[in-house]
């Protein structure tokens, strides 16, 4: 392997050349224009070994260079700088060497080689077509084999070009013919001859007295069992070559960097099975240890030299144009084309191609089917069977058990370029991603070789090929990293209708980066309103009553929480109503089942899914900077909040499984959200009670220390909006098969009708508003609720209070970072959720949406930009409404929400009411008696509003600005939010 040497920096290269990548993984070709005869540039100067290994002489420091004018001293008198190190270097290559000498059953180690000493020996001769395959289990490695035997001129020496693999073989195995061995593009092109006479070290089998080695108290020599000679089936004989290597230096090992460069090659080729493949290169380098003719030291300099000979070329545009990608292109064609033959995959159509990770999956060569070794040692202590075992193994040849002689903990360091070794594995991202998903799956700092290795030896690629990366719409920042699956893979995550409503959340936090200038007030009021409501909920021992409460709403049970939002009396039919539903589950064999049907239709209302990607924000009680594989900037503030963890919800291991899942928006919340807006939407005669106990449970999130008060606003409006988009997404078809047609309509009858028999049987009225009047189910009989927190002040005790409990969480106390008092802004599908209020049926959707503009919160809180309206809507507010018309019934006047039912009246001349109708449907002027429908509004001269009206609900909303629709004026003169 002795070349000219030209000592040079790494290359720089781009990646536009390979846009096209962005198909690999779905098995399409990329297009390269490989130009015929084409052969390497032989100006592209290689990497400085010695400069990039120069660390080694902190341990060894040789006398002088290797001289070859006086064989008999080759070494000189050197210098032990670091006996700890070289001590430990011995040991381990002693004890490697020895434990594969153990006889085995296939040789004694003396005589005959054991199984792992024939495989050192064939690893030995330069052969990548003999290591390779084996990588990739025995059907795939079987197909490599048979399409490189078919790719070879009949010596060998160089690629047949009518082969199946001709691109390939000329990559990894020979382009040329070059005096007595094959000379492989790839494998061969680093020459390591300078290193190895620069540093000058000898091998472990020699004397090394004149080396300095007994002069620091070590031995003059390791113990090493010396491989016999081997003649396998074929007839090739096969030999360790020692009396070649009594005058060779072992630093660094030229059959590792062999090994590695060709490795890390087949790995660019098939990064389906890239873990395998690099972990079956290190075996071959561990190999070297077993034939006793290296040190692990040099094992892990010949890893560096293997890594970075690659990242070199593949750093070379036109390299990746002219040699890698074509070659890519035809072992992938031909992998796939295999599989489909011998029936290990299906190809559906002459469009729809099997892709080699289908086979991969199907054959389970990427998990227990595929690559294997059961040699173990000391620092090989786990025999490979699996993908994980693969990666602890290549993990300890990455350090040998070496102690650290430098810093730990440094910050990762990448090699400019070594990102290009991750091309095909990950295309379609950018440099700075692949470099993030190195730097997040390297090693320690520190080991031996880091310090001037430009962070090569720190490089985990076995760990690194098993990264799944979710990516931003643009593909340059990482939003989520996790490795430890059996494909490499990237997902590109983009806005959806969820995420597109809470972009506010953006001017704060941006995923994969960190807090915002802007937001960093912002999300400091957020983690101080967390610790607080968490803190104060936990109590002496984590077991309060709020605690469990909230243990139990996480449970996402709909029935287990909103039936307390009726009040014990009617709270206690619906839970008997639900008996055997889930709405979960979509079973509906129970009393309430077309209830049941609908919230469960509710539920696909809003999914939190992919906005949790896109924002990726840290849960409070993890570590925020090092966050699924990324590096956040907080921007000042703490890196973990001060959680207390509720026992209960710990035991179940809920805090573990929540960590790697984005906080924002909570998907309980969300869901809390939709089933209560779809309760309330049946039963909107206790609306505001039903709204206010999710809101509980969300808050709930926070007691729990999962979540922080923006997370629960981003739910609140998700789960809210979703239920109104899909009801305004219904038709008035009664013969559709319309959710909302058949089973909204169906639902509200049947809930009505069985809380009303549930009454009347228990002598509570004979209408449901007869009922909810005198069990007190609106009032202080009803919903109750004694937590309180610095957001939540007063207890619930009646409609009142929940209404302002329900309020104070429409903002959990952040200041404004908008524009407060701007005109009113209704989302047309919010109408929708006012369907069912009785005294509403006669207004017109105009009408509606002004009494939600009454009715809503100001303008300008944070996630109230992006939200289209939905993070002021209150429909626990408008739930309760008394609605004033204009005598003409065509102007809304007045709104004044807080009532025991809702209720429309009319305005006489001098602004009272000649008329009203209640939520019940009963309305009473005092010329007369209306006992219409609920929501006909009487037309009686001077009647007065039934229905108590507290003291602090009283507030009249006037209105904010002209809304005109389908001919009807609705006047709104200004409004003060006092809810």
């Not at 070289?86 to 080689?113: F, S």
């Not at 360790?240 to 490795?263: Q, R």
């Not at 008996?579 to 589950?585: E, L, P, S």
Request: proline share 4%; glycine share 10%; charged share 20%.
């Amino acid at each position: 392997m002795q070349k000219n040497n030209v000592k040079a920096t790494l290359l720089k290269g781009t990646v536009a050349g390979v846009a096209a990548l962005a198909m690999l993984m779905t098995g399409g070709v990329v297009a390269a224009n490989a130009a015929d005869g084409y052969t390497y540039p032989a100006d592209l100067k290689q990497p400085d070994l010695v400069k990039l290994l120069g660390d080694f002489e902190n341990y060894y420091q040789p006398a002088n260079a290797y001289d070859k004018t006086d064989p008999a001293k080759p070494f000189g008198k050197g210098t032990v700088k670091n006996a700890a190190v070289l001590k430990h270097d011995d040991e381990m290559t002693q004890a490697i060497n020895n434990a594969a000498a153990a006889a085995d059953g296939t040789g004694d180690g003396v005589t005959t080689p054991t199984a792992q000493q024939q495989r050192a020996l064939i690893d030995s001769d330069y052969k990548m077509r003999e290591t390779l395959p084996d990588a990739l289990g025995p059907v795939l490695g079987k197909y490599l084999a048979d399409g490189l035997d078919a790719s070879a001129s009949a010596d060998g020496s160089e690629a047949n070009p009518s082969g199946p693999l001709a691109k390939t073989y000329s990559l990894l195995i020979s382009d040329h013919k070059s005096g007595s061995y094959n000379s492989a593009l790839v494998s061969d092109w680093l020459d390591t001859g300078t290193a190895k006479v620069t540093f000058n070290h000898p091998r472990p089998f020699v004397d090394r007295t004149n080396a300095g080695y007994p002069a620091a108290g070590l031995d003059k020599s390791v113990g090493i069992k010396r491989v016999p000679v081997w003649a396998s089936a074929d007839g090739v004989k096969h030999d360790a070559g020692y009396d070649g290597f009594l005058t060779s230096g072992s630093f660094p090992s030229g059959h590792t960097t062999y090994a590695y460069s060709g490795g890390i090659g087949l790995a660019t080729l098939l990064p389906q099975l890239g873990t395998e493949i690099v972990t079956r290169a290190s075996e071959a380098g561990n190999n070297r240890i077993v034939l006793g003719v290296h040190y692990p030291l040099d094992i892990m300099g010949g890893r560096i030299d293997g890594e970075v000979a690659n990242a070199t070329l593949w750093s070379d545009q036109s390299f990746r144009e002219n040699k890698l990608i074509p070659a890519y292109n035809e072992l992938q064609k031909y992998l796939a084309d295999q599989c489909v033959a011998n029936g290990n995959v299906k190809q559906r159509s002459d469009t729809d191609f099997a892709t080699v990770q289908a086979c991969v999956n199907s054959l389970k060569a990427n998990t227990t089917a595929g690559y294997q070794n059961t040699f173990v040692d000391p620092v090989s202590k786990t025999a490979v069977t699996d993908r994980d075992s693969a990666v602890e193994v290549y993990t300890n040849r990455l350090t040998y058990g070496f102690k650290q002689t430098g810093k730990a903990g440094q910050a990762p360091v990448v090699p400019e370029g070594a990102e290009n070794l991750l091309l095909t594995a990950f295309p379609g991202t950018s440099d700075s991603v692949r470099r993030q998903i190195l730097a997040a799956s390297e090693i320690d700092s520190g080991y031996p070789l880091d310090a001037t290795s430009e962070g090569y030896q720190r490089l985990n690629l076995a760990k690194a090929y098993t990264a799944n990366v979710t990516v931003n719409a643009t593909g340059d920042t990482i939003l989520k990293l996790t490795f430890g699956n059996k494909a490499p893979k990237v997902s590109v995550t983009k806005p959806d209708d969820v995420s597109t409503l809470l972009s506010d959340f953006n001017k704060y936090f941006v995923g994969g980066k960190g807090v915002t200038e802007a937001g960093k007030s912002v999300l400091a009021h957020d983690d101080k309103v967390t610790e607080d409501i968490n803190n104060k909920a936990w109590g002496a021992d984590g077991n309060s009553t709020q605690d469990q409460r909230a243990v139990s709403d996480a449970a996402m049970d709909s029935t287990a929480t909103l039936y307390d939002a009726l009040g014990p009396v009617l709270g206690k039919y619906y839970e008997e109503g639900m008996d055997g539903c889930n709405v979960r589950k979509f079973v509906y064999d129970c009393k309430l089942g077309n209830t049941t049907k609908f919230l469960s239709w509710a539920n696909y209302g809003a999914s939190t899914g992919n906005a949790k990607t896109v924002y990726s924000h840290p849960r409070p009680y993890v570590d925020r900077v090092n966050y699924n594989g990324t590096t956040l900037d907080l921007n000042g503030l703490k890196q973990t909040l001060n959680i207390k963890k509720v026992p209960a919800y710990e035991d179940e291991g809920q805090y573990d499984g929540l960590a790697t899942s984005g906080s924002f928006p909570s998907g309980h919340t969300t869901y809390a959200f939709g089933q209560g807006t779809g309760l309330a939407y049946l039963l909107p005669e206790l609306g505001p009670e039903i709204m206010t106990r999710v809101s509980e449970a969300g808050n709930n999130r926070i007691v729990l220390g999962v979540h922080y008060p923006l997370d629960i606003l981003g739910g609140h409006i998700a789960g809210q909006s979703g239920v109104a988009n899909m009801i305004a997404a219904g038709t008035d078809d009664p013969n559709s098969e319309d959710y909302q047609t058949v089973y909204g309509t169906e639902a509200r009858k049947e809930l009505v009708d069985y809380l009303t028999a549930r009454c009347k049987a228990d002598g509570y009225g004979d209408t449901l508003a007869a009922c909810i009047a005198k069990t007190g189910a609106a009032d202080d009989k009803g919903y109750t609720n004694d937590f309180t927190d610095e957001v939540s002040t007063k207890p619930v005790t009646d409609r009142a209070s929940a209404l302002a409990a329900y309020k104070a969480r429409m903002t959990y106390g952040f200041a404004a970072t908008g524009k407060t008092g701007q005109a009113a802004e209704v989302p047309d599908s919010a109408v929708r959720l006012l369907d069912n209020v009785e005294a509403f049926k006669n207004l017109s959707a105009d009408q509606k949406k002004a009494v939600l503009a009454a009715t809503e919160g100001d303008s300008g809180y944070p996630l109230d930009a992006s939200s289209k309206g939905w993070a002021r809507i209150n429909l626990a507010a408008a739930y309760s409404a008394k609605v004033t018309l204009s005598k003409d019934g065509k102007t809304v006047v007045k709104v004044e929400p807080g009532q025991a039912s809702a209720s429309v009246a009319y305005a006489s001349a001098n602004g009272n009411g000649n008329g009203q109708g209640n939520g019940a449907g009963a309305g009473q002027g005092a010329n007369g008696q209306n006992n219409g429908k609920g929501g006909n509004v009487a037309q009686a001269g001077n009647g007065q509003q039934l229905g108590r009206t507290g003291a602090d609900t009283t507030t009249v909303f006037s209105v904010l600005a002209v809304l005109a629709a389908a001919g009807v004026t609705i006047v709104m003169i200004r409004r003060q939010h006092t809810l």
